[in-house]
């Protein structure tokens, strides 16, 4: 189970990584941040999913505002996943349960280059 100073340490290493990338809409950082609020639904079995949870990757998803920017929140979300060890089959029922329609499925084995 990841802390919240693990998640803090991987949030500043990956606002080290967007300062050096190029600049995106919704930077990964930023992205990972605002999806705190989802934090213990999507690594924790017995947690339920919240109304601010649902509030926040509703407005992350009105980010997203051109296909560079979707892939790279693609592959900035799907990196964080596999570093937090997110539930699949939570990620993949959070659009559902939010009423949220997203253009990429949210898998791991998603290809984030289309």
Do not use: E, F
Not at 85 to 102: E, N, T, Y
Request: glycine letters at 2%; proline letters at 5%; a positive charge.
């Amino acid at each position: 189970m990841v802390g919240r100073s693990s998640t803090l340490w991987i949030l500043a290493l990956l606002l080290v990584a967007t300062a050096i990338s190029n600049a995106n809409a919704v930077s990964c950082p930023q992205a990972i941040s605002m999806l705190l609020p989802c934090q213990d639904y999507l690594v924790k079995h017995s947690a339920k999913l919240t109304v601010s949870c649902c509030q926040a990757a509703n407005k992350l998803n009105d980010m997203v505002n051109s296909k560079v920017d979707l892939k790279d929140l693609c592959s900035c979300l799907k990196q964080a996943a596999a570093s937090l060890h997110v539930i699949a089959d939570r990620a993949k029922s959070l659009p559902g349960q939010c009423h949220i329609q997203v253009p990429v499925p949210l898998d791991p084995n998603v290809d984030c280059s289309r």
